[in-house]
T-cell receptor, first 115, second 115 residues
Framework: ETGVTQTPRHLVMGMTNKKSLKCEQH?????MYWYKQSAKKPLELMFV???????ENNSVPSRFSPECPNSSHLFLHLHTLQPEDSALYLC??????????????FGPGTRLTVL | AQSVTQPDIHITVSEGASLELRCNYS??????LFWYVQSPGQGLQLLLK??????LVQGIKGFEAEFKRSQSSFNLRKPSVHWSDAAEYFC?????????????FGAGTRLAVHP
């Protein structure tokens, strides 16, 4: 596998379920990101990790819980979501957070539907 | 506050015609600028980026963009559009905050290509 992969690609869950989204990057990068892409809204940055430490938590509700066990993997744990959380969740990675080397490369996304 | 405006929500062009997608940004310092493309059901693919130097930037798939500081613009161009270019295009500015470049995205321009 090359680049940034995300699983599952599609997920349907009820409001009481607990599920997790997985992201894996094969680029040797040290920084990883979660974004939310909703219909008719610009992409929203949710979380930023650098060397497995959270750098940014962009006022995201606690029902979204990120985990970065190592620099290649990033998870987004979901629980008691709301229908308005239905969106495309995109993962990205970059070499690091320096301006000259922080170009972000995106995965294909997980399409989440909350019933 | 930093922002990105893509004035055109939808654009339709004929195959073989030239293309220009507009992007205006608001950012106080020297901007880092990006164009990404998103095909249906896919993640974002980097087309090109501007960090410094030559204001005319070449990217993949025959795209180019020109940074014009006086107009706060970073318009994307292609001399001859192919049917496979039909997708959504996002302009973004990297705003330095909290030790990293936070990408501020525009709302996107959806491109349709007529045969």
């Amino acid at each position: 596998e090359t680049g940034v992969t995300q699983t599952p690609r599609h997920l349907v869950m009820g409001m009481t379920n607990k599920k997790s989204l997985k992201c894996e990057q094969h680029l040797g990068h040290n920084a990883m990101y979660w974004y939310k892409q909703s219909a008719k809204k610009p992409l929203e940055l949710m979380f930023v990790y650098s060397l497995e430490e959270r750098v940014e938590n962009n006022s995201v509700p606690s029902r979204f819980s990120p985990e970065c066990p190592n620099s290649s993997h990033l998870f987004l744990h979901l629980h008691t979501l709301q229908p308005e959380d239905s969106a495309l969740y995109l993962c990205a990675s970059s070499q690091d957070l320096q301006p000259s080397t922080d170009t972000q490369y995106f995965g294909p996304g997980t399409r989440l539907t909350v019933l | 506050a930093q922002s990105v405006t893509q004035p055109d929500i939808h654009i339709t062009v004929s195959e073989g015609a030239s293309l220009e997608l507009r992007c205006n940004y608001s950012y106080g310092a020297t901007p880092y600028l990006f164009w990404y493309v998103q095909s249906p059901g896919q993640g974002l693919q980097l087309l090109l980026k501007y960090f410094s130097g030559d204001t005319l930037v070449q990217g993949i798939k025959g795209f180019e963009a020109e940074f014009k500081r006086s107009q706060s613009s970073f318009n994307l161009r292609k001399p001859s559009v192919h049917w496979s270019d039909a997708a959504e295009y996002f302009c973004a500015v990297g705003a330095r905050t909290g030790g990293y470049n936070k990408l501020i995205f525009g709302a996107g321009t959806r491109l349709a290509v007529h045969p």
